[in-house]
């Protein structure tokens, strides 16, 4: 377990440092957890989350045929015509990036909002990598807001048998979407604050971007409209989301080649894909594969456990703040996992309701990827998209947005929780 956390630690401040070998970096440390035995072969497979590289590699490929139809430049018109100056275009785009993420995966949200900032940025002349982490950083946010945001609301509302609307009222009481929106409300102060000097005026345009095709567009909201349809639906395959978005990429390049009668639009599409960006989170969710099956992840929830002692408010505030702090480093979905049963057991050894737990536990654990750029999908989604567009994201760069950003969401949302279910 030792060197298992030793190799994991040097893998992150590598990665931290030398930020353009991260995708290399990763899998080499990957190859020592498999040839150590850390990880043995028989569950290398199962380590591996193929429904978020499925996700990533389908929505990349459909969105540059959204972006080759010319559609994100109209809705970067239409949105440039609403707004008085790049400031208010950042917040907005960044409330409009929580908004979809309460209902799609945080990943999902990223590359289909990206494209249109960036084309807001070009129109603008203006650097689009705080656009864009401010967009990746607030998809995490709302990802705890409802049942269907994300993974890891997913398996707290199986587990506590919580349905859609448990959490927006529980017990009679507001649920964890509004300590999520309280955070949100707060977050957006610290983007509006982020781009306080951006106050340089939006020229109004007469004339909206023609769009050449309405087809991808079609396409991309059906993503959006299946990824919801199929949260609800039980005891579904794990790949159900990366399906989804292979098979309507599919259908979209099988239309463009029938429109365009070549296959060029096939080569850009699979052109458009980020491998490095997948080679990253796959040599992620084999090292966090192989501290799990060193007992890493065990020890880290048990040692939580001890620290909250036989005190509630003790108990629940290391939960939030252990998990913020974890979740920066690794996947929020094992932890989650091994550390729901643990809540479970310690409010029935402390004979109370484990619900301010739950609730701590998913905004803390869903929050704490934002404090670094490799601490969540949708920041390494991000920062890939913007590597491809020819930006370097400096530590810095993210860490000025996604620092703040979470304190300013997790204090309120820390405040309501215990408010609503601790007293």
């Not at 964890?176 to 005026?201: C, N, P, T």
């Not at 059906?222 to 098979?247: E, M, W």
Request: some cysteine; glycine content about 8%.
């Amino acid at each position: 377990m030792t060197f298992a956390i030793i190799l994991f630690a040097v893998t992150y401040v590598l990665m931290l440092t030398f930020g353009k070998f991260r995708p290399y970096i990763a899998l080499a440390s990957a190859l020592v957890f498999i040839v150590s035995g850390m990880l043995p072969l028989g569950d290398i497979v199962g380590a591996i989350d193929f429904n978020v590289l499925l996700m990533i590699a389908g929505t990349m490929g459909l969105v540059q045929l959204f972006i080759d139809s010319k559609m994100p430049a109209r809705l970067a018109d239409m949105i440039m015509a609403k707004v008085p100056n790049i400031q208010i275009a950042a917040v907005a785009l960044s409330l409009f990036a929580g908004v979809i993420s309460a209902f799609v995966d945080n990943v999902a949200t990223v590359l289909m909002i990206a494209p249109v900032a960036l084309e807001i940025c070009k129109k603008l002349k203006t650097n689009p990598v705080p656009f864009i982490i401010s967009i990746a950083v607030s998809s995490n946010l709302q990802g705890a807001a409802t049942l269907v945001g994300d993974t890891t609301a997913i398996m707290l509302g199986s587990y506590a048998e919580m349905s859609f609307m448990d959490f927006f009222w529980y017990k009679g009481r507001p649920g964890i979407f509004f300590a999520v929106e309280l955070g949100a409300v707060l977050s957006a102060m610290i983007v509006y604050f982020i781009f306080r000097k951006e106050k340089d005026a939006i020229e109004k345009r007469t004339k909206l971007t023609e769009v050449s095709d309405y087809v991808p567009t079609v396409l991309l909201v059906g993503v959006v409209a299946l990824l919801i349809g199929a949260s609800f639906i039980p005891n579904k395959p794990d790949v159900t989301n990366g399906l989804i978005c292979c098979a309507l990429f599919v259908i979209g390049l099988i239309y463009s080649v029938i429109k365009n009668k070549n296959a060029s639009a096939v080569i850009s599409s699979f052109k458009a894909i980020d491998f490095e960006t997948l080679g990253l989170l796959l040599g992620l969710f084999l090292m966090i594969g192989g501290i799990s099956n060193m007992g890493v992840i065990d020890a880290a929830a048990n040692l939580l456990a001890k620290m909250g002692g036989g005190n509630v408010f003790l108990l629940y505030t290391v939960i939030v703040w252990a998990s913020v702090l974890i979740s920066a480093f690794i996947d929020n979905i094992p932890y989650v996992a091994t550390m729901l049963p643990v809540i479970a057991g310690l409010a029935t050894q402390l004979n109370i309701d484990p619900t301010v737990l739950y609730f701590g536990l998913l905004s803390g654990a869903t929050l704490g990827g934002n404090c670094t750029p490799i601490g969540a999908s949708a920041n390494i989604t991000g920062i890939g998209i913007l590597r491809k567009e020819g930006y370097e994201v400096k530590n810095g760069d993210f860490f000025r947005i996604g620092i703040p950003f979470t304190l300013a969401a997790i204090v309120p949302a820390y405040i309501f929780i215990w408010l609503c279910f601790g007293i």
